[in-house]
Structure formats: C-alpha cells, structure tokens
C-alpha cells in the first residue's frame, strides 16, 4: 500500500525509502494485533505485597526468620492501640467495651483469637483449689476495685495497658495465610480492613493500627497509592517538557500516544501472564513513561531536522538514528538486567521486566514511530533546524575529576538504615502507630528469643528465667517477656517457690493450667514445645538498635546450650552441685548488691531466722502444756528458759536427753524414764522446722534479712536435686539426662540489618555487573568512550546523594542502573554524531545535539522529582536521586565528549570552540 506522492515520482523515489518505511501499514497493523491482544490484561492485574519477599532469601538470618515465623506465627499479629483523649480505661464502662471489642475480633474471619488486658489469664488459689480467672471478671464493677487489680499485674501493665490505665492495646492474632499467592494477601487484607472498620464502628476513642501485618500492607499500599496519584502528575511534566523541547505539542502528542501504548503493553503482559506488581515494580509505568519517551524524543526530534514528504522524513530519520537509539536502549536494558545478581527475588524480576519492557520500548521507538510518522500528512509536523546549545563554558578536566575524587570521599561512608520504620513518614499511620506504643508502653520495636524445646524441663525454665534477667539489665531493653511469668506465679499459687518449680514433674503440671489458653499463643506453642520471649526495644535510632542487638545476642548465645543439646545432672555429683552454687551466689549478690558467701551456707553453721526462734521457743514452752504437752508435770519458767534455742537446735540425741536433764530437774524427778522419749520428740519437732526455715536461715546467715522474702526462691534452688551443666563438668556416676533444646535470636531490628547487609553488597554487585555488561557492549559498538562519563555520573551521583544524607536502599542500585544508563545513552548520541565529522568531531556534536541532551534530562529529571510528593521517603529519595543522577549524565556527557572524540592532531591542543574553520567537511550521512 504505496503513498500517492511517492508512486506519482516514480520508483526512484519509492527505492530510496527505509525498509520500515515500506512496511509501515504492515507494522502498524501487527502493533495493533499486539495491542488487542495484551492491553485487556491490565484488568487482570493481580497485587504481591509480600513485602518479606524483598529479604534475601539464602541470609542466614532471614532463613531463620522465616523459620521462626512458621512455627510460631510471630507475623500473624496485629495491635491495636486504644485511647479515648486522656480519659481512664479503667473505668467499668470503658473496660466493658474493651472487652466486648475483644469478643467481636475473635468472631471476624481470618482471626484466630484476641486478648485485652481484661480477658488476661489471673490465677486465683481457692478453697476449692486453683482457678485462672479472668483479670478483669464480669462480676467485678468496682472503680478502684478493677484499677488496682489491673495496674497491679506486671503481665497487664506496658503489654496490654499504659501505667496510667489511659491507653490499652488489643492483640490479635491472626490465622496463618492460605498460601503465598496474590490471593492469599488480598484475603488478609480484607481481615485486617474488617478489623479496621470493627474498631472504627465500636470504639469512640483513637484508635492505631500496628504490627506486622499492617505494617507489611502499609508499605505495598502506600507505595502503590504514591505511584498512581503521581504518576498522572509525570506524565504531564513529560507532556509538557516534551512539547516545549520539540516546539510542536502534536509531536509531543505523538511522543506520549506511543509511549503510553508501549507502557499500557507492558501492565497489559503483567495481568496476561500473571506476573503481579510488586512495590517496586509499581514503579514501572511512571520509569518507562519517562524513559522511553527519551526514545521519541531522539527519533521526532531527528524527524523535525529533516525536510521532504513523511515517508522521506521518516526514512532519514532512521536511517540517521537507528544505530545510537539501539545502542542507548540496548545499553540502558542491559542496566536493568544486571539486577538479576541482587539477592532479592522481586528485584531479580523486577530487573528483567524492566529490561525487558526497554527492549519493547526500543523496539517501538525503531518500528512503530517511524511507520506511523510515515503515514502522518506531510505538513503536520513542520520543519525544525536544530538548536545549538550555548556552552557556558567546558570544564578542564583536572576539575571533572576533582568532583569525582570529591564525590567519591563524600560517598564513602554511605550505608543501608537497619531501622525498617524510616521507609514510612513522620506522618505515616504506621509511625504515629509506633510513637503511640512507644510513648504508652515503652516501645514498638521487638526482638524475639525462641526456645525451641520441652518447656516442661525445669531447666529449660531456668534457661528462660536467666536470659530474660540478663536482657533486662542490658541499656535500651524495655521489657522482656516469656513464659516463666505465668509459669512462676502459678507454682507459688499451687504451693511452690514463686519461682523456677522445683521439680521437672512439677514443671509440668503447672504448664497443665497455661497450655491452650488465649493469652499463651504469644508466649509458647500449643504443645509446649516451644517458647518466645519477646523483647522490647526503647525508642532509638537505627545505630542504636544494631548495638543493642550486638549485646542481646551475646546474652543469647551465652545462654544457649552447647550444641543445642541441654545436658541435667544430678546435684549429688560435687562438680554439679558446685556449679549449681556458683551460679546461684553470682545471681544472689547481684540480686542483693552485695556479696553473698554460699560456702558459708554449707558449713552447717547458719543463724536461725526469726520465725523459726519464734517457732522452736514455743515447742519448747509447749512442752508441759496440759493438752498437748509430753511432760504431765508444770515446769517452772525458769527451768524452761534455761534450754536456749542455740542449744535446742544444735544438740541431738544422747546430748539433748543429757541437756534437759541438766535443765528440767523437776521433770527429771518427777518422770525420770520420760526425759529419753521427751528429748527424741523434741528433736524431731525441731528438726522438721528447722527444714521447714532452712532457707530463711540462709537470708539470716548471709545478712539479708530485710529483702528474705524476695530473694527466697533464689536461695532455694541451692537445694535443687538437677543442674544443667557442660559437657566439660565431670558428674563421675551421678545421673545424666540430655535432651534437644535450640535457642535462636530473631525479630524486626535482626531482618532490619540482614536487609542493610544485603542491599549494600547488592548495591556493589549490581553495579559491577552493569558496569562488565556495558563495557561489552559498547566495546561491540566502538563506543567504549561512552562508559567513561557514565563512571563519572555515578560517583558525581553517589556524592551528592550521600550529602543529603540519604541511605542505600533497593531503589539505589535502581538509580544506579539508570543512572549509569543515561550517562551510556547520552554519550552514544553524542559520539554517533561525531563521527560524521572529520575535524572538531565532540564540539561539534555537542554543539548540535547538547541542547536536546540536556533538555532531555532536564525532562526526565522533572518528571522523576514528582516523587518528592511522594509519602514515603525511599520513593522521595528514589525520585531525588535518579534527578540528580539524570542531571549528571547528560553534564558528563556534554562535558566529557569534546575531550574524548578530538581528532588525533589536535589532541594536545584545546577543543575547537564549534563550527569548522578550516572547512572541514561533514562524513556522508549513511
């Protein structure tokens, strides 16, 4: 289907056509096909926001976490924080609502069970026996009643309600995902809206919404939301910069219509081949918007510069720009690809649809626009000589490089933030979530130690109890809690030391009353076989959290057992009960402040507390006591207070018959036979109290008296019969027990620095990468000179962007690819056009082609600034950063070229100043 013009010239004319050219209606009409065919796919388009999928997957510590994750479902649970504007939340009315807002949440679908402090587990010893009650039960309406029974239980106080009873905090604990797909998030997004709108509907007060799952769907939502409000706002900043870069709006009309198409095939392929949109390929319309549109830019700008019927402009115009178009696409594609060597999945994906789209793209600016330019009526886009750019002047190269070396120094100290809050705004739901716990209950940020193991082992009780004391004396912990809590209160309620239980059996009748209950699913698994401790972090910057992990972990790994194997021992072995007496004094003068000497407890030589003088002072005055006394015979006082106590609880036997004869003459005289039976009954009376306070005798030894009663299940575990104890510790005969128990450190601030880790040695690897696969292409092209501006982009680039203080992120190593990219495209135009001249190659082509150059970049940088409107700072730095990278490769471009292409005469001299004085001639234009 031949034009009229054309066919009425002649076959001359008609020969003289691109082959493109020849084909446009053939093009045209296969494009079309390819448009009906994928752009109905953009209503299929499906939404990931596996926002852990961006982890790296083989770190060790993000295996881990996900490990943790699986089994006990620490990514399954929301907060909820409740306040009513400074009111009390203690009142029955408030507490009532609270109450009726937990009852409701466990109805809703994809909920597994809700706590509130009023619902919280409250052992209670009866008559009857033991009862766990609820803390807050509906029976109990009484004001000051329900505020001293709430802020009066350390499980409720800082974890499910502030100290001052005005704000509290729901947990809810949700049902593990169905599967990992599209789906299965759009199904957890729906519980977590339901929930929303329950507690907006309920609850009259404010209400914040945090934890992971919120958190994990506040960053692919508020990232999606950024990029489809700003995206419209790019596109005009295109339309526009393009209209006034090429002075025509219809060939900025013509630029967007074919960019847009080629965008809309892109989201179309996504949706028709399942490939869902992450929250960094989101991204894509707004990147390839603005980055193919620098394709129609070069080829209608070529278009306008020549002259004759379309067909002949269009033939031209390839003909002149289908090599460096290809070499800029192709390199800035290979850019992209390079993102394959990232750790992260998404990226690796991400890098290959974004390669893959510039190819498209590419392959539009070279087939699509110029057949459809070839059918447009000749005079719709008039004719345009090319503007020359006035050059401000060139920078010598000592100074190209001392911005380098400047940038570079500046760039050196850059790092990834560990802390994963700062990809949210200041005024972000989830950071005014998270200054809501912390302002209320200490902190928003938790590390978790999993104990994987029989929690039913005393020891492995004591493991728990011991880590748990050493967090907390660690600056910047705010709390840690664990199953001990419940485990110790009921031990004391059931009869035992309030404390580690004495026994393993023991042990394991108490966790009978915990396992199941609502309020353990945060602190152990169903079958009590595993533990959490959840530590919390004070508010603190991200340096501060990687020093506070550094020394939780030290506690940690100190704790573990050897091998993940624990190894118990009978306390009848020396070198046990030896090692059972070291840690029991170390922890016992650290509790008291002072020093504590248990070989002093052992000597047999202890001073008998208080309760038990009181205690063998009546036995002793009991003895003639008409009912239940031995002797029948009243025994003067003063008889009776001749026997002291020192004297009573040291002599035993044949010395204490001896002792009350010397002391009770009257009952000597009366029953001379009944001193023998009198003295074996007193001893064992004695005795059996002396076990009773042997332990408050040790307070009394060791001088702590006045803090007995909090340090007696400290002091008691000196009479434990197991100890856990090294593989080294020789136990000779005694009996040895050894069972599997694994300790793991996990949580938020962990993946927040094997995420840092990661990004900043992709960061590296990517570049690499992209800088070895340019180079071959471009040495393919013989443009290898084009990689020496991009270089120079990239440190100008990292410079500037390390003195805004922005950190490395994912969106980094996106920079650094387009970067790198753009200085590549630029230069290549530049250098093709050189090559058409003989003298004064570089100036020349910078003085034709610089302005459309730096227009272009002007253009893209414009329409990526528009993420500065963004309300997450990784897409303002993201859009800030490709701004300026943008910027610099075309100055590197237009400032580099002239130094790189001079003719080999010339070299020692400056650049020509432009034109061609000695009139050299222009190479024909092939």
Known sequence: MGDPKLQAGGSASDSSLHPIVKARWGILLAFLALCVWLIPGVTQIQNDDDVLAFLPPDHPEVVNFHEVADRFGMMEVALVGL?????????????????????KTKELGGVKTALSFADLPNPVVT????????????????????????????????????????????????????????????????????????????????????????????????????????????????????????????????NLLVTGLGVALIMGAHGRFEEALTIVSSSTPVMMVALGGAFGVHMLAGYQRHEGTSQERA??????????????????????????????????RFG????????????????????????????????????????????????????????????????????????????????????????????????????????????????????????????????VRSVFEPVQ????ALGGRRGVPETTPRTRRVLTYLIGHP????????????????????????????????????????????????????????????????????????????????????????????????????????????????????????????????????????????????????????????????????????????????????????????????????????????WRVAASVDVGDAEVREFDVRVRLTGQPVIGQAFAESVTTSLWQSTIVSILALSVVLLIARSLFALIPALWTLAFSAGIIALLGHPISVGTSMITCIALGAGVDFAIHLGFRARQYERGAGQRAVKELGAVVVISAVQLALAFSVLLFSEMPPLQQFGMGLSIGLIGAALGAVWFTPMLLRDPKDAGSKPSSGGDPDGSKAKADS
């Open 83 to 103: 306040s009513a504007k400074g009111e009390d939340l203690l009142t029955p009315q408030r507490v009532a609502q609270v109450r009726d807002l937990a009852i």
């Open 127 to 254: 008559d009857d026996g033991l009862i766990v009650d609820a803390l807050v039960p509906t029976s109990l309406t009484d004001p000051d009643a329900i505020r001293e029974q709430v802020l009066g239980s350390r499980d409720a106080v800082g974890n499910l309600v502030s100290e001052d009873g005005e704000a509290a905090a729901l947990l809810v604990f949700l049902l593990p995902r169905d599967g990992d797909g599209p789906e299965a998030f759009a199904a957890r997004r729906q519980t977590l809206d339901d929930l929303r709108a329950l507690v907006e509907s309920d609850w009259d007060g404010e209400a914040y919404f945090a934890g992971a799952p919120y958190v994990e769907m506040a960053a692919s939502s508020s990232s999606r939301t950024d990029i489809e409000r700003l995206s419209p706002i790019v596109i005009g900043v295109l339309a526009i910069a393009s209209a006034l870069l090429l002075g025509s709006i219809s060939a900025a009309f013509l």
């Open 315 to 348: 033939s031209k115009t390839v003909r002149e720009l289908w090599k460096p178009v290809l070499m800029s696409g192709a390199t800035t594609a290979v850019a992209f690809f390079a993102l394959v060597v990232m750790p992260q999945v998404p990226m690796q």
């Open 352 to 479: 290959v649809v974004a390669g893959s789209s510039m190819l498209l793209l590419l392959v539009m600016a070279l087939l699509v626009l110029p057949a459809l330019l070839a059918v447009l009526p000749d005079g719709l886009l008039e004719h345009r000589p090319e503007r020359p750019l006035p050059m401000p002047g060139q920078p010598p190269g000592w100074v190209l490089v001392l911005i380098a070396a400047v940038s570079l120094f500046l760039a050196r100290g850059m790092s990834a933030d560990p802390d994963t809050a700062n990809v949210f705004d200041e005024d972000s739901e989830v950071r005014v979530a998270n200054t809501f716990f912390d302002d209320n209950f200490g902190g928003s940020a938790f590390l978790q130690v999993t104990v994987e193991g029989d929690l039913g082992e005393a020891e492995v009780q004591r493991m728990i109890r011991d880590m748990s004391e050493e967090l907390l004396a660690i600056e910047g912990v705010a709390d």
């Open 489 to 492: 209160v009921l031990n004391a």
């Open 519 to 722: 309020a353990m699913a945060q602190l152990m698994t169903e079958e009590a076989d595993g533990a959490l401790l959840h530590i919390k972090l004070a508010p603190m910057d991200g340096a501060r959290q990687v020093e506070v992990t550094a020394a939780i972990r030290e506690v940690v790994e100190r704790n573990a057992p050897e091998g993940d194997r624990m190894r118990v021992a009978s306390t009848s072995a020396p070198a046990v009960a030896e090692v059972r007496d070291a840690k029991v004094g170390a922890a016992l003068a650290r509790l008291a402040e002072t020093e504590v000497d248990v070989a002093a407890l052992r000597s047999g030589k202890t001073k008998a507390p208080k309760a038990l003088v009181a205690k063998v002072t009546a036995l002793r005055d009991e003895l003639d006591d008409p009912d239940e006394g031995i002797f029948a015979v009243d025994i003067p006082d003063a008889e009776m207070t001749a026997m002291t106590v020192d004297d009573l609880l040291s002599l035993r036997g044949e010395k204490l018959e001896q002792y009350m004869r010397d002391k009770l003459p009257t009952a000597v005289a009366e029953d001379p036979e009944g001193i023998a039976p009198a003295a074996k009954h007193l001893g064992q009376w004695i005795d059996e109290e002396k076990g009773k306070y042997e332990v408050e005798g040790w307070c009394a030894t060791l001088g702590i008296e006045e803090r007995c009663e909090e340090l007696l299940p400290r002091l008691g575990e000196l009479k434990d019969e197991e």
